[in-house]
Structures are given as structure tokens and as C-alpha cells.
């Protein structure tokens, strides 16, 4: 699939929303940003979010060439972390760019993109408190850790495994279950 002009518009857009949903964390102990830094500008956060930006135009350029893999999908997610935590350290909360801010990202990239049939069907789905209190309804899931707070792969994992259990019970892929059940929010 080749972008066409109202495409690019559309991507722009799904970029932006993505960008701002992964950063809207309300929870208040673990914010984007360590706003005591002296590296705190907003010109740095503006060259964090077009790195961001940058990362997710080249995963859609990457899944208009090729499928790419679970497996794949999960690298990127912790490659995001990594390079963002790696460029804008000195200025993020605890100096991390969080796997769970990472996730929100990308995976919500993704199901823009699908759901605008611009890409196939994700692997997974955009984990937040809407959710993760689905899951914890259909599955359990009472030990997952609040998305904002996910610092590794681990943690990450954990989500995915819930909501695949929850998602297998209904016959469902990962992506079809949080659309069904993300509406009911």
C-alpha cells in the first residue's frame, strides 16, 4: 500500500493524535517530563515529538513494504523507548522514556492506520486504564501494572498475554477485542 495525498493528510493526523494520547498521562506521579530540568524547553519537546514522529512514519513506510512480525512489532515498541530515552534523557521523568508511553504510541498508531485500512490488522492494541479495566473484567488481570508506569517488556508482556486470553475466549484477535470493547468504555 503506496500513501496517496488524502492518505498523508491522514497519516499526519493519526501521527499527531497518537503523539498527544501517549502523552496525555494523568497519572501525576509519573509524568512525561522532569519539568526541573534545566534541559526542559520547549523547543526540546518539540525535537522529541518530530523524533517520535520520524519513528512512525518509518514503522508505516516499513508495513507498506513488508508484514512485520509480533516479535518485530515488539522491538520497535522498546526501540522507541530506548531512543527517545537515549536523545532526551536529561530531560524526562527519571530519565526514561517509558515502555508504556512507547506502547500507547505505537500501538495506537497502528489501529488508526487499520481501522483506515491504510495497514493490516495489528498484533495488539493500545493499552491504557480503559483497557486495563476491561481485561481485569474478562480476565483477571488484577496484577497489571498502570500503563504509564511500564518500564520493561515484562510488564508489557503481561498486558498482552491478558488480553489475548480475554480476546481467545471470544474468538477474537487482540485488535478486533479492544475495538468491540473499548466502545463500551
Not at 20 to 48: C, H, V, W
Not at 97 to 121: C, H, P
Request: hydrophobic share 35%; net charge positive; glycine share 4%.
Amino acid at each position: 500500500m503506496h500513501p496517496v495525498k488524502h492518505d498523508e493528510f491522514l497519516i499526519n493526523e493519526f501521527v499527531q493524535f497518537s503523539i498527544q494520547a501517549g502523552f496525555a498521562t494523568r497519572n501525576e506521579d509519573f509524568p512525561i517530563y522532569d519539568f526541573e530540568s534545566l534541559k526542559f524547553t520547549l523547543q526540546n519537546a518539540k525535537a522529541m515529538k518530530g523524533e517520535i514522529r520520524s519513528q512512525l512514519i518509518s514503522y508505516y513506510k516499513k508495513l507498506c513494504a513488508a508484514s512485520v512480525s509480533e516479535k518485530e512489532h515488539k522491538k520497535r515498541i522498546k526501540s522507541l523507548s530506548y531512543v527517545i530515552t537515549s536523545r532526551y534523557k536529561a530531560m524526562l521523568h527519571n530519565g526514561r522514556f517509558r515502555i508504556g508511553v512507547s506502547q500507547k504510541i505505537l500501538n495506537l498508531f497502528l489501529k488508526y492506520l487499520w481501522s483506515a485500512d491504510l495497514t493490516m490488522e495489528p498484533h495488539h492494541c493500545p493499552f491504557d486504564n480503559v483497557i486495563k479495566r476491561k481485561i481485569q473484567k474478562y480476565a483477571g488481570g488484577d496484577g497489571l501494572t498502570d500503563w504509564t508506569e511500564l518500564t520493561t517488556m515484562k510488564e508489557y508482556d503481561a498486558y498482552v498475554s491478558s488480553v489475548r486470553e480475554a480476546a481467545n475466549r471470544e474468538q477474537m484477535s487482540i485488535a478486533e477485542w479492544e475495538m468491540k470493547h473499548w466502545k463500551g468504555r
